[in-house]
């Protein structure tokens, strides 16, 4: 079974830096995708970036970008110039690419990010 | 795209109580996920339907738990006799059937058994 692990419960940054993520993440499967979901204080759980295991470019979007390192397992995600609604916790998600009958998502257990004015 | 809802928000049963939430996907959505999510975890697979069809179920869904999709749209999951364990916020998701797609979530709904 995949398993996911976030080594960071909880992390902070100042205003306008840039703060990294970790997650490494445990297969034996060679086509596979990750996800980071951001959930706001108020829940809802919302798609921040994704990856494509065969894509060798790592994926940005605006100030987030990954760092995916497929031999080492590892899955990072990088904010630059932090904003005060980035604070949040961050999950970082695994699903299989192998498709079948399930298209399930496993997630860490997330990573709690303050950030400070 | 108004996004997944789901009903109630919130829930507050007591113990051997039953209750039933609603989940609506995105409306061209095949594909529907339940999820559960305790204090401090991240969220946990429950089951998942392909149109009106369950294809997989976790586990962690006891004989107490049901879930179902009619005619492919919404869903509704049902614990019975609840207990305190079940305590937690239950995730609806749903995403298009192609390729590595996107899971969208909903809300949630929030059940606290007493």
């Known amino acids: 079974a995949q398993t996911v692990t976030q080594s960071q419960p909880e992390m902070s940054v100042q205003e306008a830096e840039t703060v990294t993520l970790s997650c490494t993440y445990d297969t034996s499967e060679s086509d596979y995708y990750l996800f980071w979901y951001k959930q706001p204080p108020s829940r809802q759980m919302i798609l921040v970036i994704r990856?494509?295991?065969?894509?060798?470019q790592n994926a940005t979007e605006n100030r987030f970008s990954v760092n995916f390192q497929k031999a080492a397992k590892s899955f990072s995600l990088k904010i630059s110039d932090s904003q005060l609604g980035d604070a949040a916790m961050y999950f970082c998600?695994?699903?299989?690419?192998?498709?079948?009958?399930?298209?399930?998502?496993?997630f860490g257990k997330g990573t709690l990010l303050t950030v400070n004015p | 795209d108004t996004g997944v809802s789901q009903d109630p928000r919130h829930k507050i049963t007591k113990r051997g109580q039953n209750v039933t939430f609603r989940c609506d996907p995105i409306s061209e959505h095949n594909r529907l996920y339940w999820y559960r999510q305790t204090l401090g975890q991240g969220p946990e697979f429950l089951t998942y339907f392909q149109n009106e069809a369950q294809l997989e179920k976790s586990r962690l869904l006891s004989d107490r738990f049901s879930a179902e999709r009619p005619k492919g749209s919404f869903s509704t999951l049902e614990i019975q006799r609840t207990e305190q364990g079940d305590s937690a916020m239950y995730l609806c998701?749903?995403?298009?059937?192609?390729?590595?797609?996107?899971?969208?979530f909903g809300p949630g709904t929030r059940l606290l058994v007493l």
């Open positions: 998701a749903s995403s298009l059937g192609v390729g590595g797609e996107t899971q969208y």
């Open positions: 998600a695994y699903r299989s690419g192998s498709g079948g009958s399930n298209y399930k998502l496993t």
């Open positions: 990856q494509e295991a065969y894509k060798q």
